[in-house]
């Protein structure tokens, strides 16, 4: 069972009227096409239909994951695959890179698991140098590193790949990454860059609800998972894995977001994940230049985050003496724009705009002619 879209509608964007106001860094804004799927009738999830929606999103998901190897569907937030993963990859101690809110994530989980665990954390703000992961390996007392690519608290894109490289040059060593905010949005390539478990969620750069949460893993992971004795029961990658295969789900599944999920995979597959990248970049690099527009112009706005390390989907604007990011929040809810406050202890400190999804620069440029209104007046 599966909705169909219009070819001519895969253009970014196209979703109806009204599309193009909000820019959350996640949940962001879905099609309405992708919406209406969610109406279909329940099915069995032991039965032939959820195996033809299971095997037409896989080698889709694949596309997007840069990866030969399975991607598993999870009814859950991405916390849950976080937890997961250190669950089923740590043997003894991990090391968790810490620059953000969500990147503190993975420690709570591995601590809240009774996972041996340190922190290698920078200010927010900052990224995680390779020459820095290199100096805190030397001993070899860690054995996997957790990393948030970018950091959605912060607007920060950590550099995954030169860690990664890193981090197996130093030995058997291997890495979990979040990608939530920048799978689909920002180059991510889970078999180049040898990542080992990498995982996100489906609210942000995918453009679909909240609600399903996604995952790969090599073989270093499934090595690690058969001799676990806490990888648990719901995030199991080898069970996953297991039910892959019969293109099912080892638990029940969320059926109406996997409706949603196959319509907006064709989207995806429509436009080709690297023009999907480029739009998002396109995106982001609009905003730095419009930053500095208001800057040459006398209006003292400042990027959070440091030039080479900006998240393509999502921007973090440091906000001039006498404006608070959750008053001009109010404020372009007022003019019927919705975008995000600082997140957390950085909540009046800035304003978060999440170009990811499907937004188009068109719709990012109607934005910021509201927001630059807010933060003159």
Known sequence: MSTLIDATSTAAGSSGAGFGRFFLPGPTEVREDVLRAMLQPMIGHRGKGIEEIMGRIAPRLQKVFRTSRAVYSVTSSATGLMEGGVRNAVRERVLCLVNGSFSERFYKAAKNSGIPCDKLEVPYGAYHSPEMLADSLKGG??????????????????????????????GDVVVIVDTVSSMAGAQVECDAWELDYVCTGSQKALAVPPGLAFCTANERIFERARASSRRGLYFDVLELDDYYRKHQTPNTPAVSLLYALDVQLQHIDAEGIEARWARHQAMADRTYAWVAELKDAGLPLSLFAPEGYRSPTVTC????????????????????????????????????????????????????????????A
Request: net charge negative; charged share 25%; aromatic share 4%.
């Open 317 to 376: 604007i440091g906000m001039p003496a006498g404006k608070l990011g959750s008053s001009v929040t109010a404020e372009m809810k007022k003019r019927g724009f919705v975008i995000g406050s600082g997140y957390g202890k950085l909540k009046d400190d800035m304003v978060r705009i999440g170009h990811m999804g499907d937004h188009t620069v068109d719709e990012l440029n109607a934005l910021l002619d509201a927001l630059r209104e807010v933060l003159s």
């Open 141 to 170: 007392k860690y054995d996997a590193i957790t990393m948030v690519h970018s950091e959605t608290s912060t607007g920060v894109l950590n550099p995954i790949g030169d860690l990664a490289r890193v981090a197996h040059e130093s």
